[in-house]
């Protein structure tokens, strides 16, 4: 099949105080499933015990009514995988267990740290013996080296240490912990639910468990949950924020609120923004569904020509499928998405799309568009060219992965075959948001790191 675009690294839940902790993180983990599909988890505790189950593949794949109820206790913590640092293998899928001492710690982490080689290098000098070859595992590691000074402290000592983009869960059998790196890369929310407390990655997880939002854990900030209620802990001073505007344009699920704002209507201005930049003479605008919907909705009210849904998707596509036979051309664009003819044909039409990363998918989609007769094909793009890697937990993390990267905007638009291609700009990107430009991080898209990476960081870095 097609790679169909970036990948996010992962999302987490976490639930405190519910007897049915389990059941609930496993919807948590359901309503993230967009943020990672490679492998899953839960970790619950009953105060004393910790019981865990963990497993390649989807949510409902490694789960059911069995597994679920093996997993006792009023906390849990769940994450979904994407791998951005280590392989997608079994023993790299989290909630990452470990004892030690009297102590048993369960960890789940969105993001990459920046400097996980070095501290590695140096835990193992110092005698850590890794299980994985996560960046995650390594503050484990750094908290299990300080636990004697207790588990808050320890935590502080390690949160130090790390850099880069960490917004984590971390359960204890009697606390649930939440914690962001200071400048909020990655989101991560708080919601109450019948007197316990719910910490996920995105405010639909909330919704799905019917938690109330309370606030977003805020960057920088050690949010500890125990019978006692909720302590939050500032120990760093304040750093300039760098959320990743990226969550906006394509990662976050739009019936999210992330960092305030709705994803949904932020998506919606983005196109809106686009048709004032790029306003093209069309008879119809599309999106190749689901990546660049709600822009199109933007895009098409603002200039007054018909949105049309031009390409058909089947839902029901698996991730794999037997190899189909020579004659059947295109057959893994055509499966998920077939052009309608009736539609498209002798049509000038824009498609509005929320990026271009490789360009191979794109320029198969195209085709098909031209075979089933559309008269024009023009693409304007909700962002601006993503022109630098992401080191802080998507995984374009080369330049050599990144179409706009080595070549200009006209030869990216003759590669895909296209009549015109137009990019949302930088300004016009931030002020959709309706926040100020330094409140983000825009690497990928200006190339100033707002934590500078190291030159050997990549995706197996860990695992040389
Ligand atoms: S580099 Fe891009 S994708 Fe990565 S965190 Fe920054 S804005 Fe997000």
Redesign the pocket.
């Known amino acids: 099949m097609v790679s169909e675009g970036p990948k996010e690294s992962c999302g987490v839940f976490g639930v405190f105080g519910q007897d049915t902790a389990a059941k609930l993180t496993y919807f948590g983990l359901y309503a993230l499933q967009h943020r990672g599909q490679e492998s899953c988890g839960i970790v619950t505790s009953t105060g004393r015990t910790i019981h865990e189950h963990k497993g390649m593949g989807l949510v409902p794949e490694v789960f059911d009514e069995q597994t679920l109820n093996q997993l006792p206790g009023h906390t849990a913590i769940g994450h979904v995988r994407y791998s951005t640092t280590g392989s997608s293998i079994a023993k790299n899928a989290q909630p990452f267990v470990v004892s030690h001492g009297e102590m048993t710690l369960a960890i789940g982490h969105n993001g990459n740290l920046t400097n996980a080689k070095q501290l590695r290098r140096d835990l193992e000098k110092r005698g850590s013996i890794f299980q994985t070859t996560m960046d995650s595992e390594i503050i484990v590691h750094l908290l299990a080296r300080n636990l004697q000074a207790g588990i808050e402290d320890a935590l502080v000592t390690a949160v130090s240490k790390i850099e880069g983009?960490f917004s984590c869960i971390l359960m204890t059998e009697n606390k649930l912990i939440a914690f962001r790196d200071s400048k909020g890369?990655r989101p991560l929310c708080l919601g109450i639910l019948n007197g316990g407390y719910v910490v996920a990655s995105e405010t639909c997880a909330l919704d799905l468990v019917d938690a109330q939002y309370l606030r977003d854990i805020e960057p920088g900030e050690i949010l500890i949950i125990n019978e006692d209620g909720l302590r939050s802990l500032k120990p760093f001073s304040e750093a300039r924020h760098s959320y990743?505007?990226?969550e906006y344009i394509y990662f976050a699920r739009p019936d999210s609120n992330i960092y305030g704002q709705n994803v949904y209507s932020v998506r919606k201005r983005l196109g809106t923004q686009l048709a004032k930049e790029h306003p093209i003479e069309a008879d119809l605008v599309m999106p190749f569904p689901d990546s660049g919907n709600y822009a199109a909705i933007g895009y098409c009210q603002g200039l007054g020509i018909p949105l049309a849904m031009g390409v058909i998707r089947n839902h029901y596509v698996g991730r794999t499928f037997i190899e189909p036979t020579q004659s059947m051309r295109d057959f893994g664009v055509k499966v998920k998405l077939n052009p309608v003819r009736e539609i498209l044909n002798q049509k000038r039409v824009v498609i509005v799309e929320d990026s271009i990363i490789r360009g191979t998918t794109s320029k198969m989609r195209i085709k098909a568009l031209r075979e089933a007769g559309a008269k024009e094909v023009h693409m304007v793009v909700s962002c601006p060219p993503h022109r630098y890697p992401?080191y802080?937990g998507?995984d374009f993390s080369t330049k050599g992965e990144l179409i706009a990267c080595q070549h200009s905007v006209g030869e990216v638009q003759s590669y895909i075959g296209l009549d015109s291609l137009g990019y949302l700009s930088l300004p016009g990107m931030v002020d959709s948001t309706g926040y100020d430009r330094d409140r983000f991080?825009?690497?990928?898209f200006n190339g100033e790191y707002p934590v500078e990476p190291p030159d050997d960081i990549s995706k197996l870095c860990l695992e040389h």
């Open positions: 983009a890369f990743c505007i990226f992401c802080y998507i991080c825009l690497a990928c």
